[in-house]
């Protein structure tokens, strides 16, 4: 019997794979068709993937044609499967030429003629979401550029605050906005980073209007805000995204369901580091926001991921920079029943940026910078039981924040940070503003 094995992503499902399907069965007398998981096809540019791993895999089972399909999850698992099942013929269409002639050494390398003009990039390319920036920073750069990297979406217009280098954002295609209204009635989707205490007003007014937003966190400066706009964006039907880039990288998601799967026991402790030293000067001008305000959404959503929302305690121990009254660096302690947690976060004070989860049968340990991680690893008493894993991580997980933001966009019940833990956010921050379980040094 001779085996053939196939990959691809099988987006949306075309003609044009169901030819390649069929010529690679008659090349032998079995086929093996390996679905790309969403992460590994991530890895080589491939956005906005717009349906699930399930749904592409019963698609493909649907035409009937393959006799076995498997994921493909990791790089470098070609090998292992030509040989764990000992296939004889491995194919796939003629856009990879060259690129699989090293498994020459395993089995036979066909390259199938394409079928032309159709591709999942193209049906997806075809719808175009405007995206409008509010606000003006470093990330708000990374951001425009990141959506070049996801198919159908452009950043296409910008509201900054005055003063901001108008060439340098018309050099980047963005036509600049002078008022909200403006940039609102040129959007389908805004991406908001502007100054935490505007984001409450910016976001209700967008979602009034029927706008999808991705907001840098916190979503708002209070539990009761957040609230609000998390209901008016339900009953809007429009997506509200709490945007913390980490919660859409594939390796802390992976991070969390080990976690909770019990791998390394039951959770007893999380500590999160997050620092990144900011000068005096830069301080003192104004061009730091503080370290929770910087750091502390990222820091928590472990936390919170793993041991919840319902923290019995928690105490804000933070020490302020004299001139700016900004916190140059704050740990906060929570206690739950059975459990605690720390976050370190920092801009005038620097710590190494780990991630520890100890658990009663082991722990999970990020090497720095934790939040932006393609490894971690679980440890355990004995090592030889302990495990890496890794994962590829591009453009800091904006371009998988976008990504998902998009399917959400199509298919509401789609977060990747839950509601819970956006209103536990926004209330650490209001409880540090208003001083409440705060220890100033
Ligand atoms: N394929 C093909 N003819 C097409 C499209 C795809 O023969 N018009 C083949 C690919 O070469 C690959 C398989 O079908 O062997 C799965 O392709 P996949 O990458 O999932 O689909 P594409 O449509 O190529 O996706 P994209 O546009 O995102 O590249």
Known sequence: MVKVITYGTYDLLHYGHIRLLERAKALGDYLIVGVTADDFDKSRGKL???????????????????????????EGQKIDDIQRYN??????????????????????????????????SEIRAKENTRFGVVGYSNMARKFVAECNFVNGVSATDIFAPEGCDEDELRSNGLNICHSYDELLDNVEAIYVISAPDKHYEQVKLALSRGKHVICESPISLSAEQTKELLTIAAENKCVLYEGIKTAYATAFSRLIAIAKSGAVGDIKSVEATCTSLRTEEEIEKGEVLGALDEWGPIAMLPVLELLGTEYTSK??????????????FTKVNFRYPQAVASIKVGVGVKSEGELIISGTKGYIYVPAPWWKTEYFETRFEN????????????????RYEISAFMRAMKNLPNLYVSRKVSVAISTVFEDFHAGRDVVCM
Request: hydrophobic content about 35%; glycine content about 8%; overall charge negative.
């Open 87 to 120: 296939v004889d013929i491995f194919t796939v269409g003629s856009d990879w030429v060259g690129t699989f002639d090293y498994l020459n050494e395993y089995c036979k390398v066909v390259y199938l003629d394409r079928t032309q003009g159709i591709s999942s």
């Open 383 to 398: 090592a030889e039981a302990n495990r890496r894993y890794f994962y590829s991580l591009e453009g800091e997980g904006i």
């Open 48 to 74: 906005n993937v717009q349906q699930s791993l399930m749904e592409r895999v019963l698609a493909v089972q649907a035409t009937g044609i393959a006799d076995e399909i498997i994921v493909e999850e990791y």
């Open 315 to 328: 105490e804000l121990i933070t020490f302020k920079n004299e001139k700016s009254g900004l916190d140059t």
